[in-house]
T-cell receptor, first 111, second 116 residues
Framework: SQQGEEDPQALSIQEGENATMNCSYKTSINNLQWYRQNSGRGLVHLILIRSNEREKHSGRLRVTLDTSKKSSSLLITASRAADTASYFC???????????FGKGTMLLVSP | DAGVIQSPRHEVTEMGQEVTLRCKPISGHNSLFWYRQTMMRGLELLIYFNNNVPIDDSGMPEDRFSAKMPNASFSTLKIQPSEPRDSAVYFCASSLARREMNTEAFFGQGTRLTVV
């Protein structure tokens, strides 16, 4: 079963705009990770946030985590056409070694 | 390091045939995962190995699927006999599992399997 559910399923924006994607999950977690997948390629790790962290930054990426609401958001600032991809959240449940992925958000950034 | 290497990249086979997918994890990683991705079901974990030992195979669909990891640098996922509903992209991923579990997974490019 899917642990993480991303919202929205698809997002279309213009270059320069910010893109926000959300993820909700069901159980207690050890950490939450965001991955990116370009069409026809494997997933690439973007950022990891631990359960005791609330916010994390990496370049143009900003991730927040609210464990009380069991939700996370990924913000991409000043988007570029090259950011076009699918974005997945993945959770590592407490006591488990495996990652469970959501179905992803397809982001389209138009020039 | 070249990353996680999967072969073949594409496989087209007839229903009933045996299919073997191969994976070479990143050197030094002690955890290996096989995932299947479809439009309908997203990314599903099939099996997880730690130190070459299968730890969680609850995601393996049925007896037609089997996975092995004979050594730290090689794993196979076999489907026998294959069926059209097995058509999907199969990903292998590896990571270095640590006690605190705050590690990322590195994915291969995937094998796109089409069973006709």
């Amino acid at each position: 079963s899917q642990q993480g559910e991303e919202d929205p399923q698809a997002l279309s924006i213009q270059e320069g705009e910010n893109a926000t994607m959300n993820c909700s999950y069901k159980t207690s977690i050890n950490n939450l990770q965001w991955y990116r997948q370009n069409s026809g390629r494997g997933l690439v790790h973007l950022i990891l946030i631990r359960s005791n962290e609330r916010e994390k930054h990496s370049g143009r990426l900003r991730v927040t985590l609210d464990t009380s609401k069991k939700s996370s958001s990924l913000l991409i600032t000043a988007s570029r056409a090259a950011d076009t991809a699918s974005y997945f959240c993945a959770t590592r449940r407490s006591g488990y070694s495996t990652l469970t992925f959501g179905k992803g958000t397809m982001l389209l950034v138009s020039p | 390091d070249a990353g996680v290497i999967q072969s073949p990249r594409h496989e087209v086979t007839e229903m009933g045939q045996e299919v073997t997918l191969r994976c070479k994890p990143i050197s030094g990683h002690n955890s290996l995962f096989w995932y299947r991705q479809t439009m309908m079901r997203g990314l599903e974990l099939l099996i997880y190995f730690n130190n070459n030992v299968p730890i969680d195979d609850s995601g393996m669909p049925e007896d037609r699927f089997s996975a092995k990891m004979p050594n730290a640098s090689f794993s196979t996922l076999k489907i026998q006999p294959s069926e059209p509903r097995d058509s999907a992209v199969y990903f292998c991923a590896s990571s270095l599992a640590r006690r605190e579990m705050n590690t990322e997974a590195f994915f291969g490019q995937g094998t796109r399997l089409t069973v006709v």
